[in-house]
């Protein structure tokens, strides 16, 4: 990317007064605000390089097809507070999703389902299937940090007092979220949000994963 390399140097002797990090956050803002500087140099250099590539759709991309539907029914349960569905809805969906290349993905979840079939606390077989989809996602964790859990699924979690703030954190955020204030809103919000994701046309389809 040579324009790119370019702004980005110029960005850098722009900001050699404040340090490295100072130029890596311009050129961050340039993309994300799409300035003059990006639009001038970044965006040309994208296109011509889009143009020079091959499209390969990697053989995975069919179970993740398959899955969605699933993973969308396990959420909004989830959002129903239907934890045993919610747990059912993650079995099926790690059913579909098999080979190496998903594995991360398999261990996220493996340990969503698990977390779910936990809080299904009077639901017959739910504490057997936390332990069971906890152990799965461990094992298929390779290289992410849900391997390095521990302990034993329906164990109460103990939070530092920097947890319990970033848990008030997120709680305040959540009920003061228009979008996410009730279910019927979040059904809306999230409807929108995939049919975007479906769009072929760009502007919507960037629409749909920045909202």
Known sequence: MTKTVSAANSTRHNGA?????????????SALDRDQMWQQDAEPDIVERRSECVKQVPDYV?????????EVNAWQAAWQEDW????????????LLTGEELRPYQAMWAYLGSACARLATDAPGATARAE???????????????????GRAVASPELDALDT???????????SSPKLRTAAK??????????????????????????
Request: no cysteine; net charge negative; glycine share 6%.
């Open 84 to 95: 045993d569905t919610a747990s059912r809805g993650a079995v099926q969906v790690l059913d």
């Open 17 to 29: 007064a404040t340090g490295e990090g100072h130029s890596i956050h311009a050129l961050a803002r």
């Open 132 to 150: 069971q989809l906890l152990e799965r996602a461990r094992k298929a964790a390779f290289g992410t940090w849900l391997q390095e859990i521990e």
């Open 62 to 70: 069919g179970m993740l097809a398959a899955s969605a539907e699933y």
């Open 186 to 211: 979040f059904n809306t919000f999230a409807n929108e949000m995939l049919a975007n994701l479906r769009e072929q046309y760009s502007a919507k389809y960037e629409a749909g994963w920045s909202r």
């Open 165 to 175: 703030e970033a848990v008030e954190a997120v709680a305040k955020v959540y009920l």
